[in-house]
């Protein structure tokens, strides 16, 4: 089953026996997804339209969008039509925190359950569903503990490691696959590395990052110890209070009381402590903000980062990118000149 945006409880795909594979999106231009979409729209969201059109995706049941966004309103319009067939389910995900926008979340989790569910079967099993949130919870724990190492390590795993084995866990093609994801964890944490004591530890941000940037980043002499990303370290939920009683209202609590995302407008004072408390712990020394060409949400986010920078006394630097490979040649200078002003030689 596919699915986009990191406010998609992937336990329910689990309880129901899909297996969860994210859409990541692709390199190269999107000629085919722009005949579909507007041409200023996000290039992650026409990306994932490319990628479908040209059959570039596994096969899958059906995909879920989250509409969290305009760029992905305009996705699950389209996607019935010009997507990768099977079912297309929406989601509506609020953008706040409390105690109403919980309520109303897991009711839409109930429903999206109901809807996903296989002929005949109208409810999902609870017993079910609390094994599936166990077994993922045990996956984001080991990634946790891999994410206390790199803040602890002076020669941690770089980014492009860490967010290669992200990928690969998002993505597994069959259940045997997803099972093998303490290999993935494991294999990082005991593969060996290079001394990289002096290279300056940086925060990469941004709503979804492009693996080009972090590789371009590790090979101009930067290191990448915390990905504030929804294909980064966002995905990694601490286990939210009580989990206990109604499943539904225990995913809605633990995925809008995670890590806040640049589209949570109702969220600002949180998202700014969670880059206060990554900034302590991960000994930050300089920021990268990767703004997505056409996406709103990064441009405030981008503007609340640079006052929190500000007071921190961090540098930042913004790259903006269209998410198509292609930006290495505008970012490289920029690149030096803010790793040399770190101290890269
Ligand atoms: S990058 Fe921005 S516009 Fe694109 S899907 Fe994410 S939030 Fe939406």
């Known amino acids: ?17 899909y297996t969860p594979y994210r859409l990541l999106g692709r390199e190269g231009n999107n000629p085919r997804a722009a005949t579909y979409l507007v041409g200023n729209l996000c290039p992650y969201v026409q990306s994932c339209l ?8 596994p096969l899958l049941a059906g995909v879920v969008i989250a509409r969290s966004c305009n760029a992905m309103i305009h996705l699950a319009n389209v996607w019935p039509h010009y997507g990768a067939g099977g079912k297309t389910v929406v989601l509506d995900v609020p953008r706040r ?11 839409n989790l109930r429903r999206l359950a109901a809807e996903l569910a296989p002929p005949g079967e109208r409810q999902l099993n609870e017993e079910r569903l609390w094994a599936a949130i166990t077994w993922w919870e045990e ?24 967010m290669d084995g992200l990928a690969r866990w998002q993505t597994p093609l069959n259940p045997q696959e997803a099972d093998k994801w303490e290999t993935v964890i494991t294999r990082l944490t005991r ?5 990289t004591a002096r290279r300056p530890r940086l925060l990469l941000a941004g709503s979804i990052l492009p693996r080009e940037l972090i590789t371009m980043v590790e ?34 609590r633990l995925y809008l ?3 806040p995302c640049p589209r949570m407008v109702g969220d600002r004072e949180k998202r700014r402590q969670y880059w206060a408390a990554a900034v302590d712990r991960f000994r930050i020394q300089g920021i990268i903000y990767h703004a997505m060409k056409f996406c709103d949400a990064a441009m405030y986010d981008y503007i609340a980062l640079k006052v929190f920078s500000e007071k921190k006394g961090l540098p ?17 200078t920029r690149l030096e000149a803010f790793l040399e002003m770190l101290g890269v030689e």
């Open 1 to 17: 089953m596919g699915w986009l945006c990191h406010y998609t409880p992937v336990e329910i795909f689990t309880a129901l026996g």
């Open 50 to 57: 490319e990628a479908a059109i040209k059959q570039e995706l």
């Open 97 to 107: 925190f409390d105690e109403d926008a919980v309520f109303y979340f897991s009711q």
């Open 139 to 162: 996956q984001r724990a080991a990634w946790r503990e891999l994410l206390a190492c790199r803040a602890a390590w002076e020669d941690p795993p770089g980014g492009k490691e860490i």
């Open 191 to 195: 593969q060996p590395r290079v001394k």
């Open 219 to 252: 090979e101009c002499g930067g290191l990448s110890v915390f990905e504030d990303s929804c294909n980064g370290m966002r995905l990694l939920l601490a286990p939210a209070a009580r989990a206990e009683g109604d499943p539904y209202l225990y995913l809605a």
């Open 257 to 259: 009381g995670g890590p």
């Open 316 to 332: 930042l630097l913004r790259l903006d990118g269209d998410f198509s490979g292609g930006n290495r040649g505008q970012w490289q």
